[in-house]
């Protein structure tokens, strides 16, 4: 009797080894081809950021499990560039949000992820920004490079709790990630992500367990309203507004 007590939880020990094993060979070689294919190509990184849709983002997510449904994509104008803000259960929710967004997406990283080998040269090649939570000069130095690309043409998404809610529940929206939208002048694009807490917690160690996600675009938010320009905390208030009502509404 023990010892059948016990197998389930040995057996998915044991998938989760397997699976974090995949994981780390999967991301090293689709960050290697992808960097070739920046190389060959003179730098250029429409292609190798697609790639991270095309290729990087379904393998992990096929791997552990996850079935993706995309909603509201038809509420956003596309050829417009964005200041993506999502809520942040998981390290899963990055995959989720390549594989969800159907333009090259750039990410505003922390700079813990600096450390991190591959991760680090692929979003230094692809132009991302990483950002000191600690130190305020810096942190504002690295908002306005990440402003200047968006006006380049660049979509950007932002977690602006700043970690990762540990109980599924939406922290407070921190409004200087919206001072890049103000600054560059594009609409802040409220996504609601679900499910991604449950398919890989934020707590233990890579405890995957396979399910649903669910990614939900919202209509993009202007930058003022009756010509006056709205502050970045009005701006942060109305995002976690709007993120907040699409995880209330009905499935689609």
């Known amino acids: 009797m023990p010892a059948r007590s016990t197998f389930p939880r040995l057996g998915w020990s044991v ?7 995949f994981t780390l060979a999967w991301t090293m070689a689709c960050i290697t081809v992808a960097l070739l294919v ?26 552990a499990g996850a079935r993706v ?22 390290v899963i929710d ?26 680090n040269w692929y979003a230094r090649a692809m132009g991302m920004v990483f950002i000191p939570r600690e130190d305020r000069r810096a942190a ?18 932002i977690f602006p709790e700043g970690t990762r809610s540990r109980d599924g529940r939406i922290g407070a929206f921190k409004p ?15 996504v609601s ?13 890579f405890r995957v367990r396979p399910g649903p996600i669910r990614v939900r675009f919202g209509a993009p938010l202007a930058l ?6 709205l502050t970045r905390q009005a701006l942060a208030a109305r995002a976690q507004a709007a993120v907040e009502a699409l995880q209330r509404a009905p499935r689609g």
């Not at 050829?79 to 942040?88: E, F, G, L």
């Not at 504002?140 to 979509?155: D, F, I, M, Q, W």
């Not at 200087?176 to 409220?190: R, S």
């Not at 003022?224 to 320009?229: H, L, R, S, T």
């Open 15 to 21: 998938l989760n080894l397997v699976q974090f094993a």
């Open 38 to 63: 920046w190389a060959v190509t003179g730098g250029r990184r429409h292609l190798p950021l697609r790639m991270a849709s095309w290729l990087w983002a379904p393998g992990l997510l096929g791997g």
């Open 69 to 90: 449904q995309v909603e509201g994509q038809e509420r956003v104008d596309w050829s417009k560039p964005y200041v993506v803000v999502a809520n942040h259960q998981s």
């Open 94 to 119: 990055i995959c989720a949000l390549f594989r969800a967004v159907p333009v090259p997406l750039h990410f505003l990283l922390k700079q813990e992820m600096q450390r991190v080998p591959f991760v």
């Open 140 to 157: 504002s130095a690295s908002l306005c490079r990440s402003a200047e690309a968006v006006r380049a043409g660049a979509t950007l998404c």
């Open 176 to 190: 200087g990630a919206f001072e890049v939208a103000i600054q560059a002048g594009a609409q802040v694009l409220p």
């Open 193 to 205: 992500l679900e499910g991604t807490g449950r398919v890989l917690p934020p707590e233990g160690f």
């Open 224 to 229: 003022e309203e009756e010509g006056q320009a």
